[in-house]
């Protein structure tokens, strides 16, 4: 599956990006890289069908995840309270107002 032509949201971007930024910043290679995502996509389409769209980004953000923690750049319990952060945030922020996550206890 190829990504769609066009970014449909800004994180999808930002998730690209930020990739990107780090494998030319040689922090990982680019075919260690394609490995770990093809392992994401493959976990995805095991659960349906894929679109191409958030669930191929939602793969890439799994992706950079997991490459974070691997690398040594992301410890994986702070990646999971970022995540609820963002969450907690999200869910409480009125419509049309930018979400401010906390930052997770001891940063």
């Given at each position: 599956?190829?990504?769609?032509?066009?970014?449909?949201?800004?994180?999808?971007?930002?998730?690209?990006?930020?990739?990107?930024?780090?494998?030319e910043a040689?922090h990982?290679?680019?075919?260690?890289?394609?490995?770990?995502?093809?392992?994401?996509?493959?976990?995805?389409?095991?659960?349906g069908p894929l679109?191409?769209?958030?669930?191929?980004?939602?793969a890439?953000?799994?992706?950079?995840e997991?490459?974070?923690?691997?690398?040594?750049?992301?410890?994986e319990?702070?990646l999971?309270?970022?995540?609820a952060?963002?969450?907690?945030?999200?869910?409480?922020t009125?419509?049309?107002?930018p979400v401010k996550?906390?930052?997770?206890?001891?940063?």
């Amino acid at each position: 599956m190829t990504p769609p032509a066009a970014f449909e949201a800004p994180w999808h971007a930002q998730a690209f990006a930020l990739a990107v930024a780090l494998n030319e910043a040689g922090h990982f290679s680019w075919p260690d890289w394609t490995e770990l995502f093809g392992e994401q996509l493959e976990q995805a389409r095991q659960r349906g069908p894929l679109n191409g769209s958030d669930d191929y980004y939602t793969a890439w953000l799994a992706a950079l995840e997991a490459m974070l923690a691997r690398i040594g750049m992301a410890d994986e319990r702070l990646l999971a309270a970022m995540k609820a952060n963002w969450e907690d945030a999200f869910s409480s922020t009125p419509h049309g107002q930018p979400v401010k996550p906390a930052l997770p206890a001891g940063l």
